[in-house]
């Protein structure tokens, strides 16, 4: 079946620090691959978008990568704040149809 | 440029009751979507309309249903509620929709099935 599988647990890490988020699937063939950040209460906000021919996309502190063997990205986030808190999802697409993952959040601790 | 907005941000009904949930997308987008989101689910994806037609359809009961107008604005109907039905819905406007398009999502309307 379609997985897009996400750390379900918290990342708890030190300010300062590279947060390195997580985001594997299976079944799909996405063209693309986006990431979103979700603070409680609201709804995502658009932060990348790499592509399937893209191996690394970069935009100011975050920094994504997009392997398709691996059927994995990693996101990250370095020198982060305790701003960078939040909750971050991985979604592809699929015939169209944007899929998420369940979201890692991150705690950055002063 | 004004964001997505979606009206009313909070809601209770009653099971039995049906609801009706709007969208108003960025100026100028023409693809709207609709997702659920529940702690226990996520981000479901129920429904995408373009140009006044449905484009593509998650895994939801037909109870679940919208519609787009001529101005892009969407509606989201949801009939005989059921308790399981209480989550935050969301909808998210893109110029084109799903292809190589970020999604700008607004606040969400909570609805809550007592």
């Given at each position: ?110 | ?31 709207v ?15 995408e309309y373009f140009?006044?037609?449905q484009r ?10 919208g519609?787009q ?5 969407s ?40």
């Open positions: 079946s379609q997985k897009i599988e996400q750390n379900s647990e918290a990342l708890n890490i030190q300010e300062g620090k590279t947060a390195t988020l997580t985001c594997n699937y299976t079944n799909y063939s996405p063209a693309y691959l986006q990431w979103y950040r979700q603070d409680p209460g609201r709804g995502p906000v658009f932060l990348l978008l790499i592509r399937e021919n893209e191996k690394e996309k970069r935009k100011e502190r975050l920094k994504v990568t997009f392997d398709t063997t691996l059927k994995q990205s990693l996101f990250h986030i370095t020198a982060s704040q305790p701003a960078d808190s939040a909750t971050y999802l991985c979604a592809l697409d699929n015939t169209g149809k944007l899929i998420f993952g369940q979201g890692t959040t991150l705690q950055v601790k002063p | 440029k004004a964001g997505v907005t979606q009206t009313p941000r909070y809601l209770i009904k009653t099971r039995g009751q049906q609801v009706t949930l709007s969208c108003s997308p960025i100026s100028g987008h023409r693809s979507s609709w997702y659920q989101q529940t702690p226990g689910q996520g981000l479901q994806f129920l429904f140009s006044e037609t593509n359809k998650g895994n939801f009961p037909g109870r679940f249903s519609r107008f001529s101005n892009s604005r509606e989201m109907n949801v009939s005989t509620l059921e308790l399981g039905d209480s989550a935050l819905y969301l909808c998210a406007s893109s110029s084109t929709g799903g292809e190589n398009t970020e999604a700008f999502f607004g606040q969400g309307t909570r609805l809550t099935v007592v």
